[in-house]
């Protein structure tokens, strides 16, 4: 028997005790010191406790070599099986342009395209997507720029998409800045709407500072009275703050803020904390930028000065949420990028991505459906073939399962290679939420 290569063991924060996980046979202890300290001293070649390490050996933390090596095959053919039947995500992006001059927009070097969308342009995006995936289960993300400008033209095309999607009966998401939001939502209420992202990245000013209108001019209240249309239209809301060392400290008065609104307590209101980083090229202000462990050590120090920040936003702190509300681990994660898996990226140009990250990135585009059809199957093969078994840092790294290898495209915009790692802090994080939940 030997110790598993994918045993995750550290020491929960601000505790005396330890944790000890383990993806691939689905197991999770919390260890005291004593029990810690034997499996530290086995890794200096000191033996184990007879009772303790037949206890180690039923929960999957030491094994069989070879009879891991087949729990991992027949483990990953499962995910690769499930993946298939899995839902995707198609995201279209009607347009670059927006009304807003966000601090921190990554778009705001893309080449402008003069070109517009027209209905031919959705018609031939709903036949590709219609044969292309058809068995499949789907559904669309209108994406942008921003997708809900405030024009005539622009209502008249959104509205038919919608048509188009309900004619395949297919849910459809937008990811807005939420400014026009009360003058869509008569149109938003005729389509299967699954649900609607909206950022605010704090309250009054702090989110004016960073995500205002072009020339000028607040939005904080405005979207605000959108997020509150949606919600009296029985609209999902995702609401969404990107967060940074600018504006993370007001992450306590922006939960209070939703709280007192009600939002919290409606079923069609949820939420996500996003981490502002560089994706394409560098911000002027990347000073200012979390990494990953950061943001949630501070989120975590936020919380215990301010525990109904829960209430608003419940940090998922690797696998420790889950794990915390399902008393059990998820099934091991072989792949954490879905780009041209359960994700695809489709423009007004006629352009087909890998995904969001990508879409609209010069050199980036995978084929046309519009005005022909066109696919670069040698590009696409790269993207689908991507996964931890095919990153050869990831095969020595026993947090593998946790963290699935990464972005794609940020592991290709930092080595020029897909299949290259974006790894996530998993052991620090679980520390982190074994503290918090466990």
């Not at 933390?61 to 499930?82: A, H, P, Q, S, W």
């Not at 008393?327 to 792949?335: C, S, T, V, Y």
């Not at 059809?373 to 095919?390: C, F």
């Amino acid at each position: 028997m030997y110790y598993s290569k994918h045993n995750i063991f550290s020491k929960i924060a601000d505790s005396e005790n330890y944790f000890i996980v383990n993806l691939l046979c689905g197991s999770a202890d919390i260890l005291t010191p004593e029990e810690a300290k034997m499996i530290q001293d086995y890794q200096k070649t000191k033996e184990i406790a007879p009772d303790f390490m037949e206890k180690l050996t039923e929960q999957g933390y030491f094994v069989d070599k070879i009879e891991e090596e087949r729990l991992y095959r027949n483990k990953y053919l499962n995910f690769i099986d499930d993946r298939d039947d899995d839902e995707v995500q198609l995201f279209f992006v009607p347009n670059y342009t927006c009304n807003f001059a966000c601090t921190y927009c990554y778009q705001d070097e893309y080449t402008s395209i003069k070109q517009e969308l027209t209905n031919e342009i959705i018609d031939a995006f709903f036949d590709y997507i219609n044969n292309e995936f058809a068995g499949r289960k789907k559904y669309i993300t209108v994406f942008g720029g921003e997708p809900l400008l405030n024009s005539a033209k622009q209502r008249e095309l959104i509205s038919y998409l919608l048509q188009n999607a309900n004619q395949s009966e297919l849910d459809v998401c937008f990811v807005t800045n939420g400014y026009t939001l009360t003058e869509y939502v008569d149109l938003l209420k005729t389509a299967r709407i699954r649900e609607i992202q909206v950022t605010l990245d704090g309250v009054g000013i702090i989110h004016d500072k960073r995500r205002f209108l072009k020339g000028g001019g607040t939005s904080f209240d405005k979207i605000t009275e959108g997020i509150d249309a949606c919600l009296e239209n029985n609209l999902p809301v995702n609401l969404r703050m990107v967060v940074d060392k600018e504006n993370i400290n007001g992450l306590p008065e922006m939960a209070k803020y939703a709280i007192d609104k009600g939002w919290t307590k409606n079923p069609l209101f949820k939420t996500q904390l996003g981490r502002n980083y560089e994706l394409h090229h560098c911000q002027a202000t990347s000073g200012k930028l979390f990494s990953r462990i950061s943001l949630y050590e501070s989120i975590y120090n936020l919380v215990k000065q301010h525990p109904y920040i829960i209430e608003f936003h419940k940090p998922a702190y690797s696998v420790s949420k889950f794990l915390a509300e399902n008393g059990e681990l998820p099934e091991p994660l072989f792949d954490a990028c879905p780009a041209c898996k359960t994700e695809w990226a489709f423009d007004y140009t006629g352009q087909i991505y890998s995904c969001t990250a990508t879409v609209g990135k010069e050199g980036e585009a995978l084929g046309t459906f519009y005005p022909e059809v066109s696919r670069k199957e040698e590009m696409i093969t790269e993207w689908e073939n991507r996964d931890i078994t095919t990153i050869n840092e990831c095969n020595s790294c026993n947090m593998q399962l946790a963290c699935g290898g990464g972005c794609g495209s940020v592991a290709k915009n930092r080595t020029g290679n897909i299949c290259s790692t974006d790894c996530r802090p998993v052991k620090q994080l679980l520390e982190l939420g074994f503290a918090s939940y466990l």
